[in-house]
Nanobody, 117 residues
Framework: QVQTVASGGGLVQAGGSLRLSCLAS????????MGWFRQAPGKEREFVAS???????NYADSVKGRFTISRDNAKNTVYLQMNSLKPEDTALYTC???????????WGQGTQVTVSS
């Protein structure tokens, strides 16, 4: 059973930074693909960033240059460093695990990020 627990959200002013953490259990983060997604009120869930088991990363255009995804194998944790935050980054952020081909198939609970203007 794969489980993830996201934390680190909060209220921050525009231009500020937050670091989200995703603690995984059931698999090592270095052996699976990990991703961050977000959903704002009234909007569809959208992709934010991914970190493949091989180490390659991918980002949504809206966060490129501001967000960085990384992992700490010793802590079995994936991070999302968010800098230069904007009010439009306000959303519930969720981390997910992808095992095998296809879509992300294990989802945890989210952590709320609110950016005030």
């Amino acid at each position: 059973q794969v489980q993830t627990v996201a934390s680190g959200g909060g209220l921050v002013q525009a231009g500020g930074s937050l670091r989200l953490s995703c603690l995984a259990s059931g698999r090592t983060v270095s052996s699976v693909d990990m991703g961050w997604f977000r959903q704002a009120p009234g909007k569809e869930r959208e992709f934010v960033a991914s970190l493949w088991s091989g180490g390659s990363t991918n980002y949504a255009d809206s966060v490129k240059g501001r967000f960085t995804i990384s992992r700490d194998n010793a802590k079995n944790t994936v991070y999302l460093q968010m800098n230069s935050l904007k009010p439009e980054d306000t959303a519930l952020y969720t981390c997910a695990v992808r095992i095998g081909d296809g879509a992300f198939n294990y989802w945890g609970q989210g952590t709320q990020v609110t950016v005030s203007s």
